[in-house]
């Protein structure tokens, strides 16, 4: 397995519209289990292949105290959603910054597992504040996107002066 690079905002490619993933073979499953080592490196709760510059729709997740219980999602769909709840999120693409973000505190997903069967799953609470997340990013949508404009905007001008001074040590 390999730690993939992750995109960092407002990397452009973050927002590219993921397409689905035709085949669940081999080749496939090596990029689940580097996305998996890249997520838990990070270490995050979540990763999206548009993260890590593979436009398909699949994504990695785990909220486990003890980081042992991943779901992989292949063209996930959210078939049902209910309720609200808000909770301060990050992202691996947007480090150092935590937002409060409300979402549905229900979703029945159904989706691929790595066999290439087909599951529905329904999570609550942060799971399935996470897999929101998660297939936002399939979309080319990223948490600062629920923020206001002033607030992504500051962001984003931290986040690349951030990179300018990285870039000249
Ligand atoms: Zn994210």
Redesign the pocket.
Known sequence: MAKLKILEFPDPRLRTKATPVVAVDDELRKLIGDMLETMYAAPGI?L?AT?VDVHQRLLVTDVSVDRDDPHVLINPEILEKDGVIATDEG????PGYYEEVERSEHIKVRFLDREGVEVELESRGLLAVCIQ??ID?LDGK??VDYLSEAKRTRIRKKLEKERRQQAVV
């Open positions: 979540g999206a993260q992202c691996l693409s947007v997340h998660e990013h990223l948490f």
